[in-house]
């Protein structure tokens, strides 16, 4: 699942927002690393992604899913286990359980348009998470949003649509399912600015992890089938890589900010068209690549404006 960066942090499987996390000092600030930390993560999420289409067609998307919690979970309490008390009671329990259930919903929502279609026509509509997030931020954080913001997330729609083309000859109800998923993804986004000045990173990753990995489990039984070594194998390797992508994003954030990064995060969608032609002989369309531009473009405009904002509020 790609990681929103233009706005925050995902993305989309897992729980990485640049809210979620401490501002570098500018000593600390090393433009460089963060893009090498950005385009590296953006492999290793395609990666997962594509082993997640991969499992797709003989897996249920709820199986997959908890494969990869499952290794995002174990490796976030190895983690926050030698923090104690301190890591693992957060603040703030019923925001931290309301994320991590929508983080998972988006992780399903994702996973299940991976069986129906191309991982680029995926991808790319899913990147829509940060226009989502400007939003939702009016009735959930009372932000004020101006027309240049308003103008960037209605063209950036624009741009999802004619990835979709709904009622065009090539549309399928598939095709929502990664909207849906951007959507709840900006529901978790919010939901980590609401609670990033208290909770430390670490307790809101590990909680999120927990939370998936529990509800996931809970709903095995509804389309639970024996898995193959194999199936296993390459369930453990998309948890793995998944987690792995998302801790780049988290180092990348520490060396650089999220507007210089944005354009990088993008990366993520060549990679998927690439895997997407040598794993499965696809290539996306025409349309695919306008709309996918057209989101891109708006992304990195909002992101432009969100510095603009900040620099604003500086003086």
């Known amino acids: 699942m790609p990681d929103p960066l233009p706005s925050e942090s995902p993305a989309p499987a897992l729980p990485v927002t640049a809210e979620a996390l401490p501002r570098p000092r500018p000593s600390d600030d090393n433009g460089l690393r963060g893009i090498g930390l950005t385009l590296l993560a953006s492999v290793f999420l395609s990666s997962a992604d594509v082993a997640s289409k991969y499992l797709a067609d003989s897996v249920p998307a709820l199986q997959i899913t908890w494969m990869r919690y499952a290794a995002f979970a174990s490796i976030m309490l190895v983690i926050a286990l030698p923090g104690g008390v301190a890591v693992l009671r957060p603040k703030r329990f019923s925001t931290q359980l309301l994320r991590g259930v929508a983080v ?39 932000e004020k949003v101006g027309w240049r913001r308003w103008s960037a997330t209605l063209i950036g729609l624009l741009g999802v649509l004619i990835v979709v083309r709904p009622g065009g000859a090539g549309f399928q109800m598939a095709s929502l399912l990664p909207v849906l998923s951007a959507l709840t993804w900006a529901f978790a986004l919010i939901v980590t600015r609401m609670m990033s000045a208290s909770e430390n990173p670490v307790t809101t990753l590990t909680y999120s992890a927990l939370t998936g990995f529990v509800l996931l489990t809970l709903l095995q039984p509804l389309t639970w089938q024996p898995l193959s070594a194999s199936a296993i194998a390459i369930g453990a390797f998309i948890g793995i890589a998944s987690t792995v992508g998302h801790w780049f994003v988290i180092l990348a954030f520490r060396h650089a900010d999220a507007s210089l990064l944005a354009p990088f995060s993008y990366v993520q969608l060549l990679w998927a068209s690439l895997f997407g032609f040598f794993l499965f002989a696809v290539l996306p369309d025409i349309w695919t690549l306008v709309g996918s531009v057209i989101i891109a473009g708006s992304g990195l405009y909002t992101a432009h404006r969100e510095r603009m904002r900040a620099r604003e509020a500086l003086r």
């Not at 919903?105 to 400007?134: E, H, N, W």
């Open 104 to 142: 998972t919903i988006s992780s399903i929502l994702f996973v299940s348009s991976l069986k129906y279609l191309p991982i680029a026509d995926a991808t790319a509509t899913s990147f829509v998470a940060p226009l989502f997030v400007t939003a939702l931020s009016i009735p959930l954080l009372g």
